[in-house]
């Protein structure tokens, strides 16, 4: 592969291998670009494909999920969608621990052993 500049400064680019997460999960280290001056990541197209592979086989892609803050009783609940459940490996009964995770944002955590 040529060596390119940069799209958002011109610098230089070098080829390197570059640690990346989808949905917060590591999915471990892909052929990327990146810009000596801005450091900028650029993933090549093989990348994003074993990126999207790796996403798929675990259950990731697309798992994310668009639901409404229902109401019962004092509290707000939440409905987690059956794909997302597994893809998170929640299941009936599970513990989780919940907090907030910055404005508008909740963190939903297993805890441990449950
Ligand atoms: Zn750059």
Redesign the pocket.
Same mark, same amino acid.
């Given at each position: 592969m040529n060596m390119s500049a940069?799209p958002?400064? =011109?610098?230089t680019m070098k080829e390197a291998e570059v640690p990346y997460a989808y949905a917060g999960v590591p999915l471990g280290r892909f052929p990327a670009e990146v810009?000596q =001056?801005?450091?900028?990541t650029f993933f090549t197209e093989p990348g994003w494909l074993r990126i999207e592979r790796l996403a798929r086989e675990k259950g990731l892609w697309g798992a994310g999920s668009r639901v409404k803050v229902g109401y019962s009783g004092h509290s707000l609940i939440l409905r987690i969608p059956g794909k997302l459940a597994a893809a998170t490996d929640l299941k009936k009964g599970t513990t989780v621990y919940l907090q907030p995770a910055g404005k508008g944002k909740l963190l939903v955590e297993r805890t441990s052993g449950t």
């Open positions: 940069c958002l400064c =011109r610098g810009c =001056r801005c450091g900028e």
